[in-house]
């Protein structure tokens, strides 16, 4: 019903911007009939009083993206902005998992309440859907743990405060609140109202949907390009940090182990890239535009945003290839940033290291610990099966996709960044190209790895099991 109520709101907007009466009404239409199944649910379930039990929310999560991106397609199909179904329901995956891959070009042209409809998809995805509902929605009662866990992304799922609809609640006003904060700046700096709040939407949400073809690089106004990057960065920092840190706990980023090493990590690229690209290229430009083009670049794909200014498939291949694996590694978890997340890799080569220590001192004891706490073993198998998790799927997908992508590069950087979260990739989907040359097969290969990659797998894949089904 909040999706239904979504694609109504943007017909109004629509018509205000002067939209053609198919596009208003491809929306009211897709409204209409989405908000009508919801309603159909709801009272059907009306007297039904149940606990979920944690079963339960892992199929709620899993169905409730999968039924929200089918619906979402809705308008663009029955405007005519995008005539086949694989590509609307590629359009709309990747907008609610804040993908940012897209199969639409000359956005310029475009109905502006489908491209609003189109940030929206950024908006509901960016914090989760469901944990929307759980703010919103206390009918679901002491069942909203197990939707929130199921839900929000990373290893530790901490609670702000004791009860879950108030951390649902907490969270979804920090994030409202960034992109409020945003849109105010990016209207100073010189953007309509309507393009600044869409860009702080997919800004904050990690998404990178934007309202131009040529993505930000259409605003090279060097304000503009800042105040993105900056929200960017602390959009992919975990938001429990933020939240403590308004509270009055100066010190809670510095003290989070994660934070310095994904901050860290940042700078390092940051300064390397800017050398790399400045050495190859030269100095024709000025170092100061090659400088903010390539701090924005890497900021927007090692937080899986995806927004573009310039060619990054251009530069050194060595430098591209980090930034794939700047892509996969992603931001922190607690962050709308998709990604394996920072602190698995952290806690990963952790175990790793252990190992070999354990090879020279095979009976000392060594424990694992993040932020001077120790990390229980089940956690740690967990961590270390995510991380092995994207691997394979993206060697198997990866191997799939060479069917329907003229090469190896363009194959693999795809399943990457869908996998990511990010969007643009490399070759044939890079950053000035879009995936509408990909095969419907291809298209719904990459949505089942955008779906698997913003749920981290195991929501999904805990499905398939025929005991999970079992009474």
Known sequence: MIIGAGMGLCAPLGWAMGDP????????????????????MRIAVRRVVAELTRRDGFVVVALGWLSVSAFGALPYLLSGVIRTPAAALFESVSGFTTTGASVLSDLEHLP?????????????????????????????????????????????KNRLTPRIASTAKL????????????????????????????HSVATVATGGFSTRTDSLAAFP???VQIVVTFFMLISGVNFSLHYLWLRGAWGAHVRSSEFRVFLSTWA???????????????????????????????????????FVITDYDRWPNGLRLTLMLLVAVGGCAGSTSGGMKMVRIVVALKVVFREIRRAVLPSSVMQIKVDG??????????IVAVVLMYITIAMVAGAAMT???????????SVITTLSGCGPGLGAVGPMLTYAGIPAAGQLILCACML?????FFTLLVLFLPRFWRR
């Open 21 to 40: 009466p198919s596009s208003l009404y491809a929306l009211l239409v897709a409204g209409g009939l989405t908000m009508a199944v919801g309603l159909g």
């Open 112 to 156: 502006r309440g489908i491209l609003f409809w189109r940030s929206l998809t950024h908006f509901f995805g960016g914090m989760g859907v469901l944990v929307l509902c759980v703010a919103v929605l206390p009918l679901l009662g002491t069942g909203g743990m197990q939707i929130f866990r199921a839900e929000v992304t990373g290893p530790l």
């Open 171 to 198: 969270l979804w006003s920090l994030y409202v609140g960034l992109i409020s904060v945003e849109a105010v700046l990016l209207r100073l700096g010189g953007l309509s109202w309507f393009d600044a709040w869409c």
């Open 221 to 223: 106004s060097p304000f």
């Open 268 to 306: 390092l690229v940051c300064l390397a890239a800017v050398l790399w690209v400045s050495f190859a290229h030269g100095l024709a430009e000025g170092m100061g535009r090659t400088a903010r083009e390539v701090v924005f670049q890497v900021t927007s794909l090692m937080t899986t945003t995806g």
């Open 373 to 382: 706490e120790p990390v229980a073993d089940d956690l740690l198998a967990g």
């Open 403 to 413: 069917a329907f992508t003229p090469n190896i590069e363009t194959a693999i950087s």
């Open 452 to 456: 698997l990659g913003r749920l981290e």
